[in-house]
């Protein structure tokens, strides 16, 4: 069985990023960027599946700049084993990922594309659903365990008060959520080995997708600041501040 992970080099998780003075985006100039966390946990994931001996080969593909080469490069060291870049430095939003990732899913015939149910830069969480809508692929998304049953795939999902499992046969769509299991972080051979791993780097013309952003940013803010707390008297101060102040009872 082949898998294609699709993995995006966004801002670092760790880094508090600032708003740009014209309110046009958040300043990426010298930001530490890394592999989106939930695709970091697609690849842990199939990186287990070809341990268990359910998966034979491991593609990691990226849409992006140059630089998400170092992106596959950490995916091939946690054990994906070649890469494809689809290159641009424009910035592609779900609709155009999906396009391109389906286009590559009919190249390479992948049984399954596991991605990251969203990605923590635009939090858009649509890419791996537009993908099975474009492939007419059965779904199984915010996976917290996956095992193969025979021909098919066994998911379970967390929803409201309980866990949902889906029976789907193969080729499918799956999307990762947190807590289907911890990344590995790679070795120090691994990464040695991973530089020897090919990717093979594509310009995002030869796809033929229309990437002309659909969206327009019309203004991006900080958070509101916290004000500071109080520290009341009594328990009648308190029900008197959430009667008249706050509104709450
Ligand atoms: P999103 O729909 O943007 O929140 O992203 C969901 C998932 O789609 C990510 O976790 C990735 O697996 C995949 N994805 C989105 N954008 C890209 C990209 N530019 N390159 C590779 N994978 C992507």
């Known amino acids: 069985m082949k898998v294609l992970v699709p993995v995006k080099r966004v801002v670092d998780f760790n880094v508090k990023v600032r708003v740009k003075a014209d309110g046009s985006g958040v300043d990426l100039a010298?930001?530490?960027?890394?592999?989106?966390?939930?695709?970091?946990?697609?690849?842990?994931?199939?990186?287990?599946?070809?341990?268990?001996?359910?998966?034979?080969?491991?593609?990691?593909?990226?849409?992006?700049?140059?630089?998400s080469q170092e992106t596959i490069r950490t995916a091939l060291a946690m054990g994906a084993d070649r890469g494809i870049l689809v290159q641009t430095d424009q910035n592609v939003e779900p609709l155009a990922v999906a396009k391109i990732l389906a286009k590559i899913t009919a190249e390479e015939n992948p049984e399954i594309v596991l991605l990251g149910k969203q990605a923590i830069d635009d939090d858009s969480n649509q890419t791996g659903q537009m993908l099975a809508a474009l492939l007419d692929w059965p779904q199984g998304t915010f996976a917290s365990e996956l095992v193969k049953d025979g021909d098919h795939l066994l998911l379970t999902r967390e929803i409201d008060g309980g866990l949902q499992t889906l029976k789907l046969s193969v080729p499918a769509v799956i999307t990762t959520d947190l807590r289907l299991n911890e990344p590995r972080y790679a070795s120090l051979p691994n990464i040695m080995k991973a530089k020897r791993k090919p990717i093979d780097i594509k310009p995002i013309d030869e796809f033929g997708v229309d990437i002309t952003p659909r969206l327009e940013i019309v203004k991006t803010e900080e958070p509101a600041g916290r004000k500071a707390g109080v520290i009341l008297e009594s328990v009648a101060d308190l029900v008197d501040k959430l009667k008249n102040e706050a509104g709450v009872i």
């Not at 010298?30 to 001996?53: D, H, Q, T, W």
């Open 30 to 67: 010298n930001v530490k960027m890394s592999m989106n966390p939930f695709c970091e946990i697609a690849v842990e994931e199939a990186v287990r599946l070809k341990e268990k001996g359910v998966v034979s080969e491991i593609i990691a593909v990226s849409i992006g700049p140059i630089q």
